[in-house]
Every structure is written in structure tokens, then in C-alpha cells.
């Protein structure tokens, strides 16, 4: 009776005990779920940062007072500028030259061109581009702000712009460019000058401008 008496409490204490240790299976459930917490917390922390890295210089542009957008040229574009620069010299620019296409083709047609574009990711693929193509000698490409650019050294312009814009920007290029430089506009015309030539249909229409004609009183009313 006395043994019997005598175990029975320790019984029971033992297996109160037992009731109070969680399972390994359900400590390495919790451990799980933990590390699974940190490492989704991590990869969706790592991948905002990278949009915001990648998306900021696009949006911020499209802050600014007046946007210019990035709209690739379409080959159709490229092919009615290059027409327009048929039989001209002297180094190019392109104003928001966006993935160097219009740069890079005219670097090909024996041109110095020059590229500026707001986007540094834009910037840098352009050149990756340039030196692919085998033209990275002659096709430069800077992040740089158009209205903090002088144009006085170009005798090639071309423009892809929006309607808020070529007003203010047809006075900046008449101030700065001199009398043989040519300035070519893709999808809008500037509000004032006369073109020399105009080529193309609908979106891919270019306008070439000669500054001698406008400065000289026959381009503006």
C-alpha cells in the first residue's frame, strides 16, 4: 500500500512536467516560420529599394516645371533625321537623347554627336550601346539638365521636345547658335520658325531649321 502510495505522487509531478515542455517539433515549427518572417521582411525591403533606385530618375523629370519625356525614337525617326543632316559637317547634339539611338546614328554617318539626358540610367546604357556598336569614340553621352547646356559649339541640333517647351527653347537655340547651324525637331514643330524642309508623316514628321533664315528676319513673323 505504502509503495504504491509513495510512487504515485511523483507520477503525477513527472507528468505535469511533461505537459509544460513544448515539442521539438513544434520549437522547430516556430524557428521556421521565424526565419521564413525575416528573409520575405528582407527580400521585400531590398526590392522597394531597388524600384525607388531605378524609378526616381524617371519621376523625377516628370516633377519638373516642364517634362520630357522618354519616348524611344522609332526607326522610322532616325532614318528622316539622318535625311536631314545629308551634306552637313560639324559636331551634333541631341537635346534628351534618351537611349542614344538618334547619337549613336549619327556617330555611325561620320559625325561627332553629343547626348544629353537627364536619366543617368538612360546615360550609361547609351554609352554600354556606343561601345557595342563600335562608336564610343565619336558618341558621347553626359547627364545634364538642357537648360543648363550652351549650345553655341553645335552646328546640328535635334530635338525631340513637347509643345510646353519649344517656345522657350526656340529663344535659347536663337541666342546661342551661330548663323550655318541647323537645328532638326522630332514630333513637334517650334511655334514660330519656318522650316527649311520638312519630311515624314504623322509621329515620325521632322522639321530642319536653318538659323541663318530665321535670324535674318525671314523666319519669324
Not at 543617368?120 to 554609352?127: C, F, G, K, T
Not at 550601346?129 to 541640333?157: H, M
Request: glycine content about 10%; aromatic content about 10%; some cysteine.
Amino acid at each position: 500500500m505504502d509503495g504504491g502510495g509513495g510512487t504515485r505522487p511523483a507520477t503525477l509531478e513527472e507528468g505535469r512536467r511533461t505537459e509544460c515542455v513544448p515539442p521539438a517539433s513544434l520549437e522547430a515549427n516556430s524557428l521556421k516560420k521565424s526565419s521564413w518572417g525575416v528573409l520575405l521582411t528582407g527580400i521585400v525591403g531590398g526590392t522597394l529599394v531597388a524600384v525607388y533606385a531605378v524609378a526616381t530618375p524617371f519621376i523625377t523629370p516628370a516633377l519638373r516645371r516642364i517634362c520630357l519625356p522618354f519616348v524611344p525614337a522609332t526607326t522610322k525617326q532616325i532614318e528622316n533625321v539622318v535625311k536631314m543632316l545629308q551634306g552637313r559637317r560639324g559636331p551634333l547634339v541631341d537635346v534628351g537623347s534618351g537611349d542614344g539611338r538618334i547619337v549613336i546614328a549619327a556617330a555611325k554617318e561620320g559625325f561627332t554627336a553629343v547626348g544629353y539626358e537627364l536619366n543617368p540610367w538612360l546615360v550609361w546604357y547609351s554609352r554600354y550601346r556606343a561601345r557595342r556598336e563600335g562608336v564610343q569614340a565619336s558618341a558621347r553621352f553626359y547627364i545634364s539638365d538642357l537648360w543648363k547646356v550652351t549650345f553655341s559649339q553645335y552646328s546640328n541640333v535635334v530635338i525631340f521636345g513637347v509643345p510646353q517647351m519649344m517656345a522657350q527653347l526656340e529663344n535659347k537655340l536663337e541666342r546661342e547658335l551661330g548663323d550655318d547651324a541647323r537645328v532638326i525637331a522630332c514630333r513637334f514643330p517650334f511655334p514660330h520658325w519656318t522650316p527649311a524642309q520638312v519630311t515624314g508623316e504623322g509621329i515620325d514628321t521632322v522639321w530642319a531649321y536653318d538659323v541663318r533664315s530665321f535670324r535674318g528676319g525671314d523666319g519669324r513673323p
